[in-house]
Structure formats: C-alpha cells, structure tokens
C-alpha cells in the first residue's frame, strides 16, 4: 500500500497551491480519502476528506471555501486546491485513506474533534506560507 503525496512548497500568503496524492495497493473506489496537516509542535488534524463511495466531502471550517478536494478515480489520486492561503496554513500536509467510516464521517476522519481513524497514510509534503 503506498499514498505518495506531492505539491507543496513555500507560497506567499493569498497565493495557492494543489496538492496531489496517489495511491496504490488497495482497492481506492471503496475508501474514503482524507487530507491531514500537522504543524509543528500540534497534533494532526483532518482538513478535508470525500468519500469515493458517493462523492461526499467534508471540510474543517477554518478551510471552508478556500480548499477543494477532489476525486480522480481513473488516477487513483486524490487533490486538494488551496487558495488564499494563511501563514497559519503552514504544515505538512499527508493524505490518509479509511474504509468507510460507521459512524459520522467528519469525526471519523479528524475534521471535527481531535481524534480520526485510518487505515494508511503517506508521508507528507510541506506547505509553507511565508512573505
């Protein structure tokens, strides 16, 4: 099982970002696909997640309507667009992927509360958001 994210870099604040993650070793059209950041010194958190399933996604508010995931099925990958990003934006950003969560989905994936369920995830990729 591998998710290999990539895309981040070091973007003035207002500027944008796509972060891309592939995945492969596990049958991606029955998981749903989360985007996680850790800052320094924090513990993870979930940023925003879909389900393959069905489409649906989820957002942490301090995101809402400046992140957008998306869905590549035929790719096996999974993106999310920044934009207007804040210095408080900075983190390593990883992608996790979980069988369909039970229960509430946005709990599930870390998006609301501090605790999240996963069966894999990837490395990160660093975001910086510096003038």
């Known amino acids: 099982v591998q998710l290999v994210e990539s895309g981040g870099g070091l973007v003035q604040p207002g500027g944008s970002l796509r972060l891309s993650c592939v995945a492969s070793?596990?049958?991606?059209?029955?998981?749903?696909i989360g985007w996680f950041r850790q800052a320094p010194g924090k513990e993870p958190e979930g940023v925003a997640c879909?389900?393959?399933?069905?489409?649906?996604?989820y957002y942490r508010d301090s995101v809402k309507g400046r992140f957008t995931i998306s869905s590549d099925k035929a790719r096996n990958t999974v993106y999310l667009q920044m934009k207007s990003l804040k210095p408080e934006d900075t983190a390593v950003y990883f992608c996790?992927?979980?069988?369909?969560?039970?229960?509430?989905?946005?709990?599930?994936?870390?998006?609301?509360?501090?605790?999240?369920?996963?069966?894999?995830r990837g490395q990160g990729t660093q975001v910086t958001v510096s003038s």
């Open positions: 996790a992927a979980a069988t369909p969560p039970p229960w509430n989905t946005a709990v599930y994936m870390g998006i609301i509360g501090d605790t999240y369920w996963i069966d894999y």
């Open positions: 879909i389900s393959n399933n069905d489409g649906i996604t």
């Open positions: 070793g596990f049958t991606f059209d029955d998981y749903t």
